[in-house]
């Protein structure tokens, strides 16, 4: 069984694909042009901001957002260990130091009870992950970054369209960011990333930041790098952004019948709290005999994937910044975790076919 669905999607809007393709192709313009424009100015409104910046990854929009809001050396960022290796990469980059804060055991993400107790005199911002598609709680985010004057960048590579109290992710912080990487709810073919602000200033330097510094041809204002979202995945982008609604929809129904089929067996299924909608990117289950349950699954052909085994703090890469501490909730879900298949084409059989590959644990 199939974990992302990318074929059945290209089979659905390949004649629009095609037209965008040709369109650029017949155009010979590829970098810095009308569809990155265009992408950017229906994004932008998509997600509720004044700005969108197309940039060439979901990694480089974490990492210019970090540098773009002038985090250093000596500064501190407030975020989580569970998650994928770009949201703290994007901090070290830049010089400062990630200070890791333990998620909330149902969510999956920061857990705002804990933040407090981490903030310093050197803590310059909060990175928020809105992981799997379930947004983080911004609220007391939001209120403890006004009362301690710190910026607040959303990691929302994993939530394309999810909300938060009736509002887009996105929108909430200084700025956030999104990955299209190909199996994303909004993903290019290649690689390519976002950033969205409300901050004329701020969208100002990104998109100079993005293009060697430039604001304009041959003149420097800084140094830069070369990170921009190239035509044609901003074309397919495009394309994918106008279904993008239909198919979170179609992952929440998937996530429904999983829900339904799953009680019973043992595993704890995903919360979605009452105030958010999540849009299951993955659709991540807990369970105590987790490598039991995956060889199952891998028996009968269900291709499964573990969205994280090892938590950031505990990875050789960052063994010398000596991260010596406990972060229980996090340590407990690295170890329970399994994310299940999950896309808009799989059907109400799919799921009970795993439901029966997993059996009673």
Not at 37 to 57: Q, R, W
Not at 201 to 223: D, I, S
Request: hydrophobic residues 40%.
């Amino acid at each position: 069984m199939d974990f992302a669905g990318l074929k059945q999607q290209y089979d659905e809007i390949a004649g629009e694909i095609k037209a965008a393709v040709d369109r650029v192709l017949t155009s010979g313009w590829f970098i810095l042009g009308q569809e990155l424009a265009s992408f950017e100015e229906e994004f932008a409104d998509y997600v509720g901001t004044k700005h969108a910046i197309g940039l060439n990854s979901g990694s480089d929009a974490l990492f210019l957002a970090v540098k773009a809001l002038g985090v250093g050396s000596g500064d501190e960022v407030l975020t989580v260990s569970h998650t994928y290796i770009s949201s703290v990469d994007s901090i070290i980059r830049n010089g400062a130091m990630p200070v890791f804060v333990d998620i909330d055991a149902e969510t999956f993400c920061i857990d705002p009870a804990h933040i407090e107790d981490r903030i310093t005199e050197k803590t310059k911002a909060i990175l928020p992950v809105h992981l799997y598609g379930h947004p983080a709680d911004m609220t007391p985010i939001l209120d403890i970054a006004e009362r301690h004057n710190l910026f607040v960048i959303e990691d929302a590579c994993q939530a394309h369209g999810a909300t938060y109290r009736g509002a887009k992710v996105g929108g909430l912080g200084d700025a956030a960011c999104f990955s299209f990487y190909p199996t994303k709810n909004l993903g290019a073919y290649g690689d390519g990333g976002m950033i969205v602000t409300n901050d004329n200033h701020l969208a100002e330097t990104l998109r100079m930041l993005r293009n060697y510094g430039q604001p304009e041809k041959h003149k420097h204002a800084f140094v830069g790098v070369n990170s921009r979202l190239d035509e044609m995945q901003s074309a397919v982008l495009k394309v994918k952004l106008a279904h993008l609604d239909q198919w979170n929809q179609g992952r929440r129904q998937v996530a429904d019948w999983y829900n339904e089929v799953l009680n019973g067996s043992g595993l704890v299924t995903p919360v979605e709290r009452d105030d958010v909608e999540h849009v299951y990117h993955l659709y991540v289950v807990r369970c105590k005999d987790r490598n039991a349950v995956q060889q199952r699954l891998a028996q009968r052909g269900i291709h499964t994937q573990i969205h994280y085994p090892l938590p950031v703090h505990k990875q050789p890469a960052y063994r010398d910044l000596g991260f010596d501490l406990s972060l229980p909730a996090t340590e407990r879900a690295c170890r329970e975790i399994l994310s299940l298949p999950i896309h808009p084409w799989l059907t109400h059989d799919d799921v009970r076919a795993v439901a029966d590959a997993i059996g009673t644990t």
